[in-house]
């Protein structure tokens, strides 16, 4: 085994911290939002 493959192992086998991305964060807190106003929305309608 060379050294860099030893090395690649290494950095594999550390545990690594998750990164969340706070743009796919957003765009999916948008889409909850978006689709729980419709659904509220769209619920108080049929009551009345």
């Known amino acids: ?12 086998m ?12 957003s765009v999916g807190v948008a889409s909850v939002l978006l689709g729980t106003t419709f659904l509220v929305g769209g619920s108080h309608r049929r009551s009345r």
Do not use: D, V
């Open 14 to 25: 550390t545990p690594q911290r998750q990164r969340f991305a706070i743009r796919k964060l």
């Open 1 to 12: 085994m060379s050294r860099n493959n030893a090395q690649e192992i290494q950095k594999k």
